[in-house]
């Protein structure tokens, strides 16, 4: 078949089962939405590229799948850039089609020429400029290929203008293979086996879930295995969701903003078991007193991930679910069993820790933060899929909303990004139209890309937008109150819009509470929206988020109260 | 820990920007490169890079996985745990008054050096062999006055089994 490079690049997409497209056209991206237009994929108009990218991160993780962008050349590449390193700090399988100018104009500093390429190649699990119509559909195979396959990633695949206007001979081609990247699935059986005699003569074991367990759809084996072996489960930012978070045996998270009892756990334990996870700073605290007790196991797809941070006692490089299947099917052929007494101690300790400090704040007259997402989590089940901005408003949903399922907590985790939630919850509900989606947010990060409310409400996405408004940006106002004297140095972001009066300029509906006793009427009504809610909720200036752990400190130095 | 010299051999393929991908890497996390050369293999779809670099142990580790992880990068070898050949070759300009020129001339015999462009006043010098050995020359012909040196970095393989 003689077709157009944008032709084959849609033909493509349908081959990989594509249904959506978030993106912004633009005058080197002409040709391909042209295209696009033409097939029964639907796009997602945003209002800035970065949305763009949000939204597709929200949409591969709520539907567990590739999401997929399109933009423009120069600024429009630019703008990616933010939701690309988001999404390549967090493991999110991502194809972005950045437009180029056309081949005879590269290099010449032409209008709207960037070398998006040279800009995202540390923030891409791999990128192309496709410089031949020959070249093209390998190269786009394979960007799917490597965005899904192994530790998943953000692909970046620029077409210059030519490229989607010249035609050649088109035919589908099987899964591509390279010589040069073949991600390890199947573990070792000699590390399965001595992580197996460790598991054994452990008597205080931990296991600490990454989001390495919800990418690979490892949490039924990881539950299996938690409870075979009585282990409790600490989680991180990223692996909520991955163990249930109402189940007996759950610590919540650990880290800086971790639980009393998650931090103490990890520092007491004999042995620690982390699955999916990379040994974060916000996680380990100073690293040479991080677990000192422990003998450690890691499992992780990528190999990098081991011994980056800390040392481990036995590596595992392989995919999350398969080794943990493994090691179940191991414990059961050696017919493992735990040796109670010592597991009753454990556990014992373990619920005086969660007794003696829970999480807890005080509610006084004005409204608390953790109680609008206390309200929250009890008026939706804790069925809601619930996307966080970045700072405070993330560290409470975290703490506060309780994730029995995977694929429903969805934050910007590694690199922090604020401006993220709206954006991902507008992905996530293009992704699941019948689910409940909230964005818990802060009034600094919803700021960052409100832009957005106009596609919400263009597409008639009922997202529900939850802002936690301390009219700060409170996570930097809590640092300066604990460690610069109190100085608030460009945090007071008081002079702000009119949150119901923005909802209603856009079209949707907007509410507020101001006192505590208006915090369940609001949220009931704001949920109850047919469509698009903002519900501003006017919360205790300067409350901060307990426990914390300072930034380089052991995470036994915990402050856990106001 | 140590910081220990390591030669790394690596086959890439040969596509454009690869060495940008290494060197971002090496820049991006911290990691030195002392040298740096790369040409096509016989295979032209396939280049040879040798890069020196400093670690320890554990920066040696991620160095190699980090490496590895790079989708354009076929092998990596440290061969600084091998038995290994290293060349690196050096084109040293070098002032030649009448007073010092024969005791060039015995440097470039000890060295075994070529001499590759005369002038009234300047020689220009070929010599190959180990960083050391380079390193060697040019302290002694420190002294006499070098105009300009060019040297290519190592280039290494393994030692084949006897």
Known sequence: M????????????????????????????????????????????????????HAADGYARAKKDVGVCMVTSGPGATNTVSGIASAYMDSIPLVVFTAQVPTSLIGNDAFQEVDIVGITRPCTKHNYLVRSIEDLARTVKEAFYIARSGRPGPVLVDIPKDISQTTTNYKPSPRPSLKSYNPTYRPNIRQLRWAMGLIKEARKPVIFAGGGVILSGASRELTKFAKRLKAPVAGTLMGLGAFPGTDKLWLGMLGMHG????????????????????????????LGTFAPYAKIIHIDIDPTSIRKNIPVTVPIVGDCKISLAELNRLMTKESFTVDKKSSKLWLDQIEEWKKTMPLSYDQRKTIKPQHVVEKLYELTNGNAIITTEVGQNQMWAAQYYHFDQPNCFITSGGLGCMGFGFPAAIGAQVACPDKLVVDIAGDGSIQMNIQELATAMQYKLPVKIVILNNRYLGMVRQWQELFYDKRYASTD???????VKLAESYGGVGMRATRPEEVEPVLKEGLNTPGLAIMDFLVEREESVYPMVPAGAPITDMLLVN | ???????????????????????????????????????????RLVTRITLVTRGDESIMEQINKQLNKLVNVIKVQDLTETDFVEREMALVKVKAEAKNRAEILRLVDIFRCKVVDVTPTHYTLEVTGTAEKLTALLDLLKSMGIKEIARTGSIAMTREKK
């Open chain 2, 1 to 43: 820990m140590t910081e220990e010299k390591h030669t790394i051999s690596l086959l890439v393929e040969n596509t454009p920007g690869v060495l940008s991908r290494i060197a971002g890497l090496f820049s991006g996390r911290g990691f030195n490169i002392e040298s740096i050369c790369a040409a096509p293999t016989m295979d």
């Open chain 1, 259 to 286: 639980t009393y009892r998650a931090n103490m756990s990890v520092q007491s334990c004999d042995l620690l078991i982390g699955v999916g996870v990379r040994f974060d700073d916000r996680v380990t605290g100073k």
């Open chain 1, 2 to 53: 003689e077709l157009t490079g944008a032709k084959i690049i849609m033909e493509i997409l349908k081959e990989e089962g594509v249904d959506t497209v978030f993106g912004i056209t633009g005058g080197a991206a002409i040709e391909m939405y042209d295209e696009l237009a033409k097939t029964d994929i639907r796009h997602i108009m945003v209002r800035h590229e970065q949305g763009a990218v």
């Open chain 1, 493 to 499: 972001i008081a002079h702000a819009p009119d949150f």
